[in-house]
C-alpha cells in the first residue's frame, strides 16, 4: 500500500518519506479501512517536528503519522454488530500510542475508535473531525448540560473554538466567543450571540456587557494560563473550566481563592483518553448534527498523499482557515 512514514523526527520535507508499506491486517475487534482522506492537526506536526509535550525521541522505529482520517470498511477483524464491509466510517486516535496512523492507504483500528459517516459527508471532512470534533463536542456537553447557561468559547476562530460554538448554541447556551477581529464575522455566522476580542485591555468588562451582566457558567479554553485570570473573575458559583490547551504559558499561576470560593470545577481535557462511552456519546452528537446539515466543518486545503510534507508546513504556518486534509485515494 502507498503510505507516508517517518523514521527521524525532524522538518517535514527531511524526514517525511512516501512509498510502498505492507498492508496491515485486522485482529478480533478490529477493522481494516481503506482511507480516502486523512486530517492533519497540529499534534501530529509537533509529533513528527519532535516537539510533542517536550519529547524529541522516536516512539516506535518507523511511524506512520496523523490521528484523523475517513474511508470505507474494507474487512472486519472479527464478528461485529457495529460495521459490515463497504460502511462509510470516520476514525479518530489513529497514531495515539500507535505506530500507525492515517496517512496510508489502508488502516487498522479498534471498532470502537471508528464511526459511520452519514452518506451526505464527504470524506475530507469526515477527516476533518477527529481530534477537533470530538474535542469540541466533549468540552461542551460531556460535562453537565448548558442548555440555558453562559458559555464562553476562547478562540472561537480556531479549529476547535469554531466547532464549539455551534455545539454550545445547538445545545441551547447563550453564547459569548473570543477571537480575533478578523474572525468576527464568521464567529457570529456560526451562533454565538456575541463576540469579544481577546486582545481587548477591556475583556472582563466587555464579556459582562454582552452577557448584560450574567456571569459564565461554562467556559471551553485554549490558552488557558494566558486567560483564567480574567476568566476567573467571570466565573458563577459552581461553574466549569474545561481546558484542552495551554501553548503559550505551560506553567500557569492559578488565582485559587478566586476559584475555590467560587466553587469552581476544572477540567483539563485529552481527547485521547476519552472513554469508550464518552467518544460514543460525542460521536452520535457530532453525527447527528451532520445528517441535518447543522455542522460547519470547514475545509481550507485538499493535498495529494505524496505531498504531505507541504500539508505539515501549512498547518506549522497557522495560516489556514480550516482543516488541512491529505486526499489518500480517490477510488
Not at 518507523?62 to 490521528?67: A, D, G, L, R, Y
Not at 472486519?76 to 500507535?98: E, I, Y
Not at 448540560?145 to 476562530?157: A, N, Q
Not at 472582563?204 to 454582552?210: H, S
Amino acid at each position: 500500500m502507498k503510505a507516508v512514514w517517518y523514521e527521524n523526527v525532524g522538518p517535514a520535507r527531511t524526514v517525511l518519506q512516501y512509498g510502498e508499506r505492507p498492508m496491515p491486517t485486522p485482529g478480533p475487534g478490529e477493522v481494516l479501512v481503506r482511507l480516502r482522506a486523512s486530517g492533519v492537526n497540529p499534534s501530529d506536526v509537533k509529533a513528527r517536528a519532535g516537539l510533542r509535550g517536550g519529547k524529541s525521541s522516536m516512539a516506535y522505529p518507523q511511524i506512520i503519522p496523523h490521528s484523523d482520517g475517513a474511508g470505507i470498511i474494507e474487512e472486519l477483524g472479527g464478528p461485529s454488530s457495529r460495521f459490515t464491509p463497504g460502511d462509510r466510517v470516520w476514525v479518530a486516535n489513529a497514531q495515539w500510542r500507535r505506530a500507525r496512523g492515517t496517512a496510508a492507504e489502508f488502516l487498522v483500528i479498534d471498532e470502537s475508535l471508528a464511526f459511520s459517516l452519514p452518506d451526505s459527508v464527504p470524506f475530507d471532512v469526515g477527516a476533518a473531525l477527529g481530534i477537533p470534533a470530538l474535542t469540541a463536542c466533549h468540552a461542551v456537553a460531556g460535562y453537565r448540560p448548558v442548555e440555558g447557561k453562559v458559555v464562553l468559547v476562547s478562540g472561537g476562530g480556531g479549529t476547535v473554538g469554531s466547532l464549539a460554538v455551534q455545539f454550545a448554541r445547538q445545545s441551547g447556551a447563550f453564547v459569548v466567543a473570543s477571537g480575533s477581529l478578523t474572525d468576527r464575522e464568521r464567529i457570529l455566522r456560526l451562533g454565538a450571540h456575541a463576540f469579544v476580542d481577546y486582545k481587548s485591555a477591556h475583556l472582563v468588562e466587555e464579556v459582562l456587557r454582552a452577557t448584560d451582566g450574567r456571569s459564565l457558567d461554562h467556559v471551553v479554553e485554549v490558552e488557558f494560563g494566558d486567560n483564567i485570570q480574567a476568566v476567573a473573575d467571570l466565573l458563577s458559583e459552581r461553574s466549569t473550566v474545561v481546558a484542552y490547551g495551554s501553548a503559550k504559558t505551560q506553567k500557569p499561576e492559578l488565582p485559587f481563592y478566586t476559584l475555590m470560593f467560587k466553587g469552581v470545577r476544572l477540567e483539563l481535557l485529552l481527547v485521547y483518553l476519552l472513554t469508550n462511552q464518552e467518544r460514543g456519546a460525542a460521536a452520535d452528537r457530532i453525527n447527528q448534527l451532520l445528517s441535518t446539515g447543522a455542522l460547519d466543518v470547514a475545509v481550507s486545503t485538499v493535498i495529494p498523499l505524496k505531498e504531505c510534507a507541504r500539508a505539515h508546513e501549512i498547518v506549522e504556518s497557522g495560516n489556514r482557515s480550516g482543516a488541512v486534509i491529505v486526499q489518500v485515494s480517490d477510488q
